[in-house]
């Protein structure tokens, strides 16, 4: 059973529409992150799902029962979701004991309080009022704020943003153990691709109110559906082609299979810098270098693949730091090389 589902959810703001045939199911337990740029409905989607926007057209289901649909809506707070924003805001005359503990319906709210106010690390501070906090202390007081009722599902939108890195890392991982354990279901919104990579069992890719892929990351990172998602990991070279009557498209960096293309059909080569391989069996492709950055365990090369053509830029793990004008040869990871539609 689902622990959040939300069924062919589409909602507009007048003529605009943020979110457009959403369909994504997320287990008791699981962390699904949903990513995209600026404005692609990240945050309509969280609001949709928390109540505090009503759903126009769709469903919303939350363990198993229908929270939304074209005929009602379920108040927020009867939906058993915990909301973390950036702009979390803590009740500024209660302590910051009495602010966790207040949407604690249970007889022992203020021990439960306590609890997730250590789980955060700071059991110490309940009796403190939030202007004594920091901005990043009063962030992770949200934190527990939220966790402490156990939702059932747990809407987070860059909760973490406001940490600085040494906490956000220690901060993010216990609180997505804590909320795994007490299986809620977690949305959680970051610009992030490599938070996506590392905390969600799925990712959902948005954009323009699209979910444009929605699977695991090792999907994610293998087989992107377009060419917007596999840029979302790392910028990538880019060459455009004619796929052939043989069903490939030649290049300046060689010929790649286009499958699914017509031959005529205008194609977008991507290939990842670290899809770059120093080759010394003489098969490589002949290449000069432009010039050399060393980044720490890998290196940014940017190799020259003749006169007027565009560059090649390479990551290279170990690392190579050629001089300017050296003459290579490299090979391509055909892994890490995609063809999509122009
Ligand atoms: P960000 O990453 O910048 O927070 P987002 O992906 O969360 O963006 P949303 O806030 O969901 O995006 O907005 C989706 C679209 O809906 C945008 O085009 C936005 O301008 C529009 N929108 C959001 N809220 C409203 C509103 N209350 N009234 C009118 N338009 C809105």
Known sequence: MAGL????????????????NLNIEIEAGEVVCLLGPSGCGKTTTLRLAAGLEILQQGRIDIGGRVVADERGSLAPEKRHVGLIFQDYALFPHLSILDNVAFGITRRDALVEAQAALDKVGLGDRGRSFPHMLSGGEQQ????ARAIAPRPAVMLMDE??????VRLRDRVRDETLALLASTGAAVLLVTHDPEEAMRRARRIALMRAGWVVQLGTPVEFYNRPADAGAA???????????IVGEGGRVETSVGGFAAPGLA???????????HAIRIDDSGAGQSVRVLRARLLGADSLVEFSLGEGLPPLVARLTPPHLPPAGTEMRISLDPGQCFVFAA
């Open 263 to 273: 031959p005529g059909a205008r194609a977008e080569v991507l290939i990842r810098p």
């Open 140 to 143: 992770r007081v949200a934190l």
């Open 231 to 241: 840029r979302f990991f790392a910028e990538a070279n880019a060459f455009a082609g």
């Open 5 to 20: 589902a939300f069924s062919n959810v589409t909602h507009r703001f007048g003529q605009r529409i943020a979110v457009e």
């Open 159 to 164: 909760p973490f943003s406001g940490l600085d």
